[in-house]
């Protein structure tokens, strides 16, 4: 291309960084317009007053993670808030956890938390369906009715 005077002139890109940085922002753009929106535990229409005005069943809980090999919590009921207190101990069978996944994240949620006590609410959801929820170490898990197993060992 030449100007005036017959000087070549140098020709512009349109795009600073070329065609590839380009086509990678297109690339990112659609992804993040095409991304689903994940489903979350939180639920901004059922609030901790409701949950505390619904459950049935409010415990303090000291949580031991399973031992090696096995599948099974046990948790001491440390201070009963609401409702009455269970006359045994509450047992969590992580093999019972909707998948394989969530019971070896479970697992490692109660390592990190340690000895800090957990919430245990048990009782129904905004829409009257049975609930219970674990709150341990600044986390919430729902928890589903295991069949009735043989207690803990």
């Known amino acids: 291309m030449t100007g005036a005077g017959g ?6 890109r349109r795009f600073p960084g070329g065609s590839r940085l380009w ?12 991304g689903g929106v994940a489903q979350a535990l939180i639920n901004p229409n059922f609030t901790p007053v409701q949950l505390v005005e619904k459950a049935d069943l409010i415990l ?3 949580i031991r993670p399973p031992a090696e090999g096995s599948s099974r919590c046990s948790a001491e009921v440390v201070r ?8 045994n ?36 959801g905004d829409r009257d369906e049975p609930l219970a929820l674990l709150h341990v170490g600044g986390k919430w898990v729902a928890l589903n009715r295991a069949p009735a197993s043989p207690p803990a060992r």
């Open 80 to 87: 009963c808030i609401k409702g009455r207190t269970p006359a």
């Open 7 to 12: 000087n070549a002139v140098p020709r512009r």
């Open 89 to 124: 101990r509450q047992v969590f069978d992580l093999n019972s956890a909707a998948n394989r996944e969530h019971g070896l994240a479970i697992r490692r949620m109660l390592a990190e938390a340690g000895a800090q006590p957990a919430l245990l609410f048990v009782g129904k």
């Open 60 to 62: 303090v809980l000291n």
């Open 23 to 34: 086509a990678a922002a297109v690339v990112l753009g659609l992804l993040v317009l095409t």
